[in-house]
């Protein structure tokens, strides 16, 4: 008779799991305050008082600006957007090449082409999957004007190295926090260690606002850049001079009053909901990490991770099971997470497909037809986007790693150790997937 429940056995657990639901009665109190005021946006794309948009949003820069310890903070409508606005605060030309992480959300490895610029992939660390230190430095060119990081996974990249980089090379450093809001690296936020960091208030986020971001730095100048970028810059230009006219063509990233009153009561919480979440993955792990086909990814010194996912090394030649059989099979043995339904059981192949694999970088074709930025003389560099560019990142993706997404709060321990039975169950009788 068949155990395992991808050969027709009985799943060890039938009922979705209780959903990441972090608004609550206070999130509706603040709407219905934006309501009642009349007022749901206060942006205008004209040089006046309300180019900065309404109280609300101005009050939640404040707020995060005071908890990250940072001089700026700006809300925008989506992390993507931030990133974007952060590239043309730095000034990135067409032809400029910009060094991107090939493991991560499309947007940071597609933001430079929003500006021309040239995505330029490093690979990642084999313990920490962040980019490797060595390999941006492998990469840096006369045309390399920035540098994108990606605090992967909710732990944060290298700073002391990397930040050493790019300032020994002259380089603009973008940090994408999108997964990490609170995780810290030296007792410094994650989000605030480069010259301008993006975090992500997007639905399934540590704390959100449905859709939302926010960008934040240290630099006057970067600050201002990313305000004027946001709302409509070129309409505001002759009343409000700026100090250059690069990339100062404007866009629509605002972020709604009720949107930043919903983050603002979702800021509070973020303390609360970390601690849950910590517990929870130090749970699993202790439990998960005596199988000895699964090796736990490290934590980086001196580094407190928040783990938007929790990530686990997989040991094919342990179980005698290729990786992909394996997740599948645990995945048959579990349900989804209630509201989630349409994506699966939360436990991931690799995360990502290295995006340089992409057709967009395949083809080099971003904008027209005729292959821009890449085309000359816009580009006068040469970039590859061959398979093995990257062979960690590459490795990660097709057999090594394996990400969970199950042990956010509400989750309790019964619920943690469903997961947990998961894992044993197709460790124990592994022999049915040969």
């Excluded at 001089?71 to 032809?95: E, F, L, M, Q, R």
């Excluded at 002259?170 to 993006?198: M, N, S, V, W």
């Amino acid at each position: 008779m068949k155990q395992l429940a991808i050969n027709g056995g009985k799943k060890v657990r039938t009922i979705p799991f209780p959903a990441y639901v972090t608004v609550g009665e206070k999130e509706k109190q603040a709407i219905a305050r934006v309501i009642d005021s009349g007022v749901l946006s206060r942006f205008l794309g004209a040089w006046h008082e309300d180019f900065y948009g309404g109280p609300e949003v101005k009050a939640f820069e404040n707020e995060w600006a005071k908890y990250f310890g940072v001089k700026h903070a700006v809300a925008v409508n989506s992390a993507t957007s931030g990133i974007y606005a952060a590239v043309g605060a730095a000034g990135i030309n067409p032809g400029d090449e910009v060094i991107v992480s090939p493991y991560s959300m499309s947007a940071s490895a597609v933001a430079p082409l929003i500006y021309g610029g040239i995505p330029v992939f490093a690979d990642i660390e084999t313990d920490y999957f962040c980019l490797s230190p060595a390999s941006i430095e492998a990469r840096i060119t006369p045309l390399t004007r920035a540098i994108i990081v990606v605090d992967i996974f909710g732990q944060p990249y290298d700073a002391d190295i990397i930040n050493a980089i790019a300032k020994r090379h002259k380089l603009i450093l973008i940090e994408d926090c999108a997964q990490a809001p609170g995780a810290k690296y030296k007792r410094r936020f994650a989000g605030t260690l480069a010259d301008i960091g993006i975090f992500s208030l997007n639905y399934h986020k540590h704390i959100h606002t449905g859709e939302g971001g926010m960008v934040v730095t240290n630099d006057d100048r970067l600050a201002e850049r990313v305000r004027l970028i946001r709302n409509h810059a070129e309409a505001v230009l002759s009343d409000k001079p700026s100090d250059t006219l690069v990339n100062m063509v404007g866009f629509n990233y605002r972020m709604t009053e009720i949107e930043a009153a919903i983050g603002r009561v979702q800021l509070k919480k973020l303390n609360r909901l970390l601690k849950s979440r910590l517990e929870n993955i130090a749970y699993l792990k202790k439990k998960l990490f005596s199988l000895p086909c699964l090796e736990p990814a490290k934590v980086r010194p001196q580094t407190q991770p928040v783990y938007y996912v929790l990530t686990l090394k997989y040991r094919k030649r342990t179980s005698g099971v290729p990786r992909d059989r394996f997740v599948e099979a645990v995945a048959a043995e579990l349900a989804p997470i209630t509201l989630r339904e349409t994506e699966g059981v939360k436990i991931g192949k690799g995360y990502t497909r290295p995006l340089y694999l992409l057709p967009l970088f395949q083809k080099r074709i971003a904008f027209g037809k005729n292959g821009y930025p890449w085309m000359k003389p816009i580009y006068s560099g040469h970039v590859s986007y061959n398979q093995g560019i990257c062979p960690v990142a590459e490795r990660m993706y097709e057999d090594e790693l394996i990400t969970l997404g199950i042990f956010q709060s509400p989750l309790i321990r019964k619920d943690l150790n469903d997961v947990i039975a998961a894992f044993q169950k197709v460790w124990e009788y592994r022999s049915e997937l040969l």
